[in-house]
């Protein structure tokens, strides 16, 4: 009978189990003093670090930190939920397993869930076969060729065809009354009763589209998502929620993701199916996709049991700006010590499809390795439109991002976090503190409206909502090496600054309009510095396209330069982070730089006019030709070469 496992036997089974047996069939161990070692199965390594204590009955890694008793790593290895661990584990010790009574009720709703899971595989088998078998197959096939997909990648996501035509489905599976409600209950058929419960008509949901299953925890398919091939809207699809599917508590591509790397170690947020077989093509596979709603707290509390660090990656349009917002609110209280989040906003007009396929794998991850971490994508976006250089401003400041920061949950990270924001403006933590008490409402950093659809899903874009514009400052980051070839600037705020010839580029990247500001290139392309040639391009650049903004830059950089002239660029976008200060003002250290560059410059061409003048061969010629020299000189700034 179903029901749950009472714990006594759940205890009495360890006790019966020893946890060298279960592992060494699973992983060669190696005695090692009282313990026993092998190379763990759960990441890869060269060196033995995964341990099992037969006194202890518990297993342990020092290289990733997994461990747990014989039921856990059952679970962990075989990738089993629960229920069925116990169940491999009672069939090797030879008992059966106790299921405590429950009631009616629960044994109904179970048998349901049971027989939704039933229909909705039968049903995603189906889709697999006309993918094969059905005449639109070819254009269904022909569709993702085009969008660069192979049939392995095709199998992989089990991705299947709903053929034109109302009733395919219907006529497969709902042959009686009673599988014709059940496919209404998975979500997978429509029921339209006519006035007066007359001519009642059953329709199937998809129909001529690309089909997508999505996959519990277990991998089963509990819904699908339909990608349209006619010009029918919507375009994206989604199940409606049922007893078995519950969008905002999935994350497609997650069990996916799993069977390609037993122990993953980010998981990358995009806004479509399209978008994670993309770049699961490009061997990215690690993407996971919400399913037609913004990333929410459910959302983040799954992707944090597998991974440590989730990263965002969204258009970098407005309705992308918006979503990465709301990802953060959701974000904030998931924060625990030791996990990580970032965002990425790829350039406009290029979503994760189309980016991967124009730079290819390794300077997409490139991009990913620079997205901004959440730290600064809050104080960045919080301080959008404010003036920090001014008392009020930096009054506003912090009254915006104080409650943002108390929603983090208690640990070190909220403490750095309000030390950070104390550095930025200045004032006590006590101030801060003050602050957040006097607003004891939830701060958000977007509009919190209803769950809305996506842009890729069904419902259509996304209605425009005011909101704090995309930051253009970089993350947060070690200086540059204070070893540098070029002189060494003094301190500020405890920290070596970036020499001139680099900080004019970091603040380019992060201050487009300071392009403005700098008219003729020529004598940066001239200089023979590396550092101020690389400014010449950017500024270049900016010249031909002013709108540009940091991100846009960055993914130019990708797609047109290889990935040394890219990774230098990021470097330069992420080190101005150690210049920020109180007080720090973009424009200002831009027109001082440019400023000591041209001191330099003056001092070096006095310096080379005094060595002129001392050379022996100078003062042999004529009046005439010396005169000649000279004002050659003056033309070209510097010795004639």
């Not at 088998?125 to 197959?137: D, G, N, V, Y």
């Not at 917002?325 to 990580?340: E, H, T, V």
């Not at 909502?465 to 705020?493: C, F, I, K, N, V």
């Not at 002129?612 to 070469?641: C, I, T, Y």
Request: charged share 25%.
């Amino acid at each position: 009978m179903a029901g749950k496992i009472p714990q006594h036997f759940i205890d009495d089974l360890l006790n019966r189990t020893d946890i060298v047996d279960v592992v060494d069939s699973r992983v060669k161990l190696k005695k090692t003093g009282k313990n026993y070692s092998a190379c763990c199965p759960f990441h890869e390594e060269k060196t033995p670090s995964f341990t099992v204590s037969p006194d202890k009955q518990f297993y342990y890694c020092f290289g990733c930190g997994a461990g747990g008793n014989a039921l856990g790593f059952v679970m962990e290895y075989e990738r089993l939920p629960f229920p069925e661990a116990v169940e491999q584990l009672a069939r090797l010790a030879g008992v059966e397993v106790p299921r405590e009574e429950v009631s009616k009720a629960q044994q109904a709703r179970q048998q349901a869930s049971r027989t939704l899971y039933d229909l909705v595989a039968e049903a995603e088998k189906f889709f697999r076969s006309q993918l094969r078998e059905h005449p639109a197959a070819r254009k269904a096939i022909q569709y993702l060729r085009n969008r660069g997909l192979t049939g392995e990648v095709a199998r992989d996501f089990n991705m299947g065809l709903a053929p034109p035509g109302w009733d395919n489905l219907l006529n497969r599976l709902g042959n009686t009354p009673d599988n014709r409600r059940l496919l209404e209950q998975a979500g997978l058929v429509i029921h339209k009763e006519a006035e007066g419960g007359r001519n009642e008509r059953y329709y199937d949901r998809f129909r001529d589209r690309i089909m997508f299953p999505i996959r519990d925890q277990r991998g089963r398919a509990i819904a699908f998502g339909g990608r349209v091939l006619g010009d029918e809207k919507p375009k994206y699809l989604n199940s409606p929620e049922t007893p078995i599917f519950h969008k905002g508590r999935e994350l497609y591509g997650l069990w996916e993701a799993r069977q390609h790397k037993q122990k993953l170690e980010r998981l990358l947020v995009v806004e479509g199916y399209m978008d994670v077989v993309a770049l699961a093509q490009f061997d990215i596979r690690y993407a996971v996709a919400t399913l037609g709603t913004a990333c929410g707290e459910d959302h983040l509390q799954l992707a944090f049991k597998h991974v440590p660090e989730v990263v965002f990656c969204f258009d970098g349009d407005k309705a992308g700006r918006t979503a990465a917002k709301r990802a953060l609110d959701a974000a904030l209280p998931q924060m625990q010590d030791g996990r990580q989040v970032r965002f990425l906003l790829l350039p406009e007009g290029e979503d994760p499809d189309t980016l991967v396929r124009q730079i290819g794998k390794d300077r997409f991850e490139q991009l990913i390795h620079t997205a901004v971490p959440l730290e600064d994508f809050l104080f960045d976006s919080a301080a959008e439109g404010i003036d920090l250089q001014t008392l009020d401003g930096r009054a506003k400041f912090s009254k915006l991002a104080a409650p943002l920061l108390d929603r983090l949950p208690k640990g070190v990270y909220r403490q750095l976090m309000f030390e950070q924001l104390a550095r930025r403006t200045g004032l006590q933590l006590d101030t801060l503190k003050e602050i957040v008490e006097q607003n004891a409402a939830p701060a958000r950093l977007a509009p919190q409206a209803p769950e809305q659809p996506q842009r890729t899903q069904a419902q259509g874009p996304q209605p425009a909502e005011p909101g704090l514009p995309e930051p253009d400052l970089p993350p947060t980051a070690p200086p540059s090496h204070p070893e540098s070839s070029s002189p060494r600037q003094p301190q500020r705020g405890g920290q070596y600054r970036l020499p001139p010839e680099r900080l004019l580029t970091a603040l380019l990247l992060n201050h487009p309009k300071l392009a403005e500001l700098v008219g003729d290139t020529s004598e940066f392309q001239d200089s023979g510095d590396p550092d101020l040639q690389l400014f010449a391009q950017v500024l270049q650049l900016l010249h031909e396209r002013p709108g540009y903004s940091r991100n846009r830059i960055l993914g130019h950089w990708c797609a047109h330069y290889d990935a040394e002239q890219s990774a230098k660029l990021e470097q330069l976008a992420q080190a101005l982070g150690a210049q920020r200060v109180s007080g720090f003002n973009p424009q200002e250290e831009f027109e001082a730089c440019l400023r000591r560059l041209g001191e330099s410059a003056e001092r070096r061409r006095r310096q080379q006019a005094l060595e002129m003048l001392r050379d022996p061969a100078f003062n042999q010629k004529s009046p005439e030709e010396k005169r000649a020299l000279l004002a050659n000189w003056m033309v070209h700034k510097g010795p004639k070469a």
